[in-house]
């Protein structure tokens, strides 16, 4: 089993920063893709930016330019630099995770974390 843990979510005003951070621990495990989605008042829940094993990095338009995914392996930590922040930014961030364990290493376990919540007022 692999925990997540959140944190750094906050209250700020449009043009503030936030950086979230996502701690896994558990078992022994290999992470594979580490991402972060949010869902926002009545919406559904999007990604936001991933990144895999490789450092190979991804985001949703909205993000690009503003938010850096970031991660550190030998912490098993991702972390989400949020600037420019925006109304409608407002949402709890989950980050969510891929991994494999040595006694299956071609299947792939998903994992939540239980959600920070990101608060930008105008």
């Known amino acids: 089993q692999v925990q997540l843990v959140e944190s750094g979510g906050g209250s700020v005003q449009t043009g503030g920063s936030l950086r979230l951070s996502c701690a896994a621990s558990g078992s022994t495990f290999t992470i594979n893709t580490m991402t972060w989605y949010r869902q926002g008042p009545g919406k559904q829940r999007e990604l936001v930016a991933t990144?895999?094993?490789?450092?190979?990095?991804n985001y949703a338009v909205s993000a690009k330019g503003r938010f850096t995914i970031s991660r550190d392996n030998a912490k098993n930590t991702v972390y989400l630099q949020m600037n420019s922040l925006k109304p409608e930014d407002t949402a709890v961030y989950y980050c969510?995770?891929?991994?494999?364990?040595?006694?299956?290493?071609?299947?792939?376990?998903?994992?939540w974390g239980q959600g920070t919540q990101v608060t930008v007022s105008s």
């Open positions: 990144i895999n094993s490789a450092g190979t990095t």
């Open positions: 969510h995770t891929v991994v494999t364990f040595p006694a299956q290493p071609r299947t792939g376990s998903s994992y």
